[in-house]
T-cell receptor, first 117, second 116 residues
Framework: AQKVTQAQTEISVVEKEDVTLDCVYETRDTTYYLFWYKQPPSGELVFLIRRNSFDEQNEISGRYSWNFQKSTSSFNFTITASQVVDSAVYFCALSETTMEYGNKLVFGAGTILRVKS | GAVVSQHPSRVICKSGTSVKIECRSLDFQATTMFWYRQFPKQSLMLMATSNEGSKATYEQGVEKDKFLINHASLTLSTLTVTSAHPEDSSFYIC????????????FGQGTRLTVV
């Protein structure tokens, strides 16, 4: 069975600090996708990144970066120079890749990030 | 880009009534849509897979007679919470993926249901 673990329930940082959100996953699939979503207080889910299991290259997008390590089944997310607007719940998710299922996602429990000014 | 629209964003209803939530893909056709439920301060749990033109596939433990799903067209799926009770109060959110363009999953804005 697929499983996503986000061990950090809540993290509080002061603005401009760097923060890393951890994500560990379990799957028997050899091909899969990993995602990060941001959920601000308004509730909608904002897509941040999708990464397939064959692409272990780390990615950087502005202040955001992701470290995918297949050997440890981890897909960690780092925010550099955090800002108050980064305060939200962040979810890591895993999906099967069969076209039949499309985007059936298994979510982690989420990590609440609080950035204080 | 692809957008999924969900309506209403908030609804308050009385116990025993039914509530319908709509999920629309605005610029792509979605043969499959997904309905998730999120309890306060918890993660999203998949409730069911909505399939255009056929019956929905429900996850274990989800009452299909309680949560009716209809996917009547390629751009619209509806979730009806029948005979709602206070324990059905939750955040419901749908998602769809543009398979033709192999996009990521797009989520609707979510519906916060409060049953009083």
């Amino acid at each position: 069975a697929q499983k996503v673990t986000q061990a950090q329930t809540e993290i509080s940082v002061v603005e401009k600090e760097d923060v890393t959100l951890d994500c560990v996953y379990e799957t028997r699939d050899t091909t899969y996708y990993l995602f990060w979503y941001k959920q601000p207080p308004s509730g909608e889910l904002v897509f941040l990144i999708r990464r397939n299991s064959f692409d272990e290259q780390n990615e950087i997008s502005g202040r955001y970066s992701w470290n995918f390590q297949k050997s440890t089944s981890s897909f960690n997310f780092t925010i550099t120079a955090s800002q108050v607007v980064d305060s939200a719940v962040y979810f890591c998710a895993l999906s099967e890749t069969t076209m039949e299922y499309g985007n059936k996602l298994v979510f982690g429990a989420g990590t609440i990030l609080r950035v204080k000014s | 880009g692809a957008v999924v629209s969900q309506h209403p964003s908030r609804v308050i209803c009385k116990s025993g009534t039914s509530v319908k939530i709509e999920c629309r893909s605005l610029d792509f056709q979605a043969t499959t849509m997904f309905w998730y439920r999120q309890f306060p301060k918890q993660s999203l749990m998949l409730m069911a897979t909505s399939n255009e033109g056929s019956k929905a596939t429900y996850e274990q433990g989800v009452e299909k007679d309680k949560f009716l799903i209809n996917h009547a067209s390629l751009t619209l799926s509806t979730l009806t919470v029948t005979s709602a009770h206070p324990e059905d109060s939750s955040f419901y959110i749908c998602s769809a993926r543009d398979l033709d363009r192999n996009t990521e999953a797009f989520f609707g804005q979510g519906t916060r249901l409060t049953v009083v």
